[in-house]
């Protein structure tokens, strides 16, 4: 039985996920992604236009997925508080679940140069404007603080998962570079740890009550 289109692509994009995490973007061969999605290497050009469109297709598919089903999880009678926690955690569930994923967009993405071309951005801006959509409404309830602008607040949270994620990452990948340490942080202590710090500096009602 032969496979249909759409599993041919869905089984590129996993394998360039592979690969990417592997060997890096730029010593990542086509030939290994067609390898490792079982397909002939001129296949993938029938659905990719290039190794950058297909990092970029990763990017642009993976986090369209995670807006839209924030979006749908956010009901407007939720609290702000519990809205902001299911979104910081969502992200750092993402990268959690699938380490290739946080290997690619952490470090790779960055590196190939993509990551600030128009849609990726519009994306990144797209989740910032939710962070921010959030923040006012606490502010409008009482419970996140109000002399604090939101344009900047959003930027915080969303660079604090992203360095926390970062760190977690290397410390799999490198982890020479920590011999100091006693032992690595888990995420659950990262999202922990976060959500404290948020409560002592941004909501208004001690601990986010």
């Excluded at 993405?109 to 989740?127: H, N, V, Y």
């Excluded at 409404?137 to 602008?149: C, L, Q, W």
Aim: proline share 3%.
């Amino acid at each position: 039985m032969k496979n249909k289109p759409s599993d041919k692509r869905a089984s590129i994009l996993k394998g360039a996920v592979k690969v990417f995490a592997k060997h890096g973007f730029s010593q990542g061969r086509t030939a290994a992604i067609a390898r490792e999605a079982r397909v002939a290497e001129g296949t993938i050009y029938n659905y990719f236009k290039s190794k950058d469109d297909l990092i970029l297709t990763i990017f642009e598919e993976t986090w369209r997925a995670l807006i839209d089903r924030l979006k749908q999880s956010l009901p407007t009678e939720m609290h702000p508080i519990e809205k902001l926690a299911i979104v910081l955690n969502a992200i750092v569930d993402l990268f959690e679940e699938d380490p290739l994923i946080a290997e690619v967009f952490l470090v790779e993405f960055r590196q190939s140069g993509k990551c600030f071309s128009d849609q990726p951005m519009s994306l990144i801006f797209e989740f910032l404007d939710l962070l921010e959509e959030i923040l006012k409404e606490g502010i409008a309830r009482g419970v996140v603080r109000k002399d604090v602008s939101t344009k900047i607040a959003r930027s915080v949270l969303f660079g604090a998962v992203e360095n926390v994620l970062l760190g977690w990452l290397l410390r799999r990948t490198h982890p020479e570079y920590f011999k100091g340490e006693e032992r690595h942080f888990t995420l659950a202590e990262a999202k922990d740890d976060l959500m404290k710090l948020l409560g002592t500096g941004l909501f208004s009602v001690p601990g986010g009550d």
